[in-house]
Structures are given as C-alpha cells and as structure tokens.
C-alpha cells in the first residue's frame, strides 16, 4: 500500500489552509496569540506562503525533502491545535479556513497528527512514481481523503457539542 493518499491529501490541505492565511491573515493572528505565540499578519501571510509552497513541492514529488517538511508542519499544527484546546480559547480559530471559523478541538489535533505521522511514512517509504491511471485514482482518493478531514473538522465538534441527548 503507497502512503502517497495521505500525504496528497495533507498537501492539498496545507495549501488551502495556505492560501486562507495569505487572503485572511487576521483569521489567524488570535488564534496564535491565544496559544501565546506572538503574531503579526506578516508572518501569517508568510506562514501561509511557505504551507502553498511546501504543499505544491511534496504533490509534484519535487523530493522526499518535501514530505519531510509536511510532515514537521502538520506535527507544529497539531500540537497548536492541543494547545488551543487546553488553554480554553473560546471564539478563535485557527484560521486554516480563512474567514469560516473553525473553533479549537482534539479532532482537528488528531487529524493534525494522522497527517504527520502519514507524511512521515511517505517521506521513508520509496514509492515508485504511478502510472498515469493510477495517478488519476490516487489523486481523487487524495481529494476525497482531504474533502472528508476538512468535512470531518469542520463539523463533528460542533455536532458533538450540540448533542444534549433527550429526557
């Protein structure tokens, strides 16, 4: 089995959530400064730049290296994602979608680090470059698989936290 759907669907990821900070860098800068990392939209633009960058090199396959990077962003964002959540930061984001608020959970931290621990596994494993068919299914199991995490975010918390069962 390739580990090349996990780290394409990270990648696809990381660029969205790239591309959000770049167009909505204020979506970003409270979250940072609830985990108390001091921030300034300048590097949040910059931030978002290096996640479009890192993202585009490890879907081309430019070198391992890249999988390497996915995988220590995703291990940073997961733990941000847990320090979100312990530290209580009720009404920020993390800005990974842009405008559209997407409060701290330990879903988001576990998918954080599936991604790292996926991209890790692609940066050791020699996988041979696909065929054009098989590129084709695993480029829409890697969007299917992103699709799904950012649904899965997006979502499922606050489906949980509405549940207040019946009497």
Known sequence: MTPLPVLWAASLLLIAGGVAKVRHPGATVPALRAAGIPAHRNAVIALGTIEVAVGLGAITGVSQGFAVLVAILYAAFAAF????VVVGAPG???GCAGERALPPSW???VLNSIAA???????????DVPNDLQLVVLGLGSFAIAWAAFLAVA???TLFGSYRGTQ
């Open 155 to 157: 979502y499922v918390p």
């Open 117 to 127: 621990i996926g991209a890790s596994v692609a940066a050791i494993a020699h996988t």
């Open 81 to 84: 994602s847990a320090r979100l």
């Open 92 to 94: 920020v984001s993390c």
């Open 107 to 109: 879903l988001h931290a």
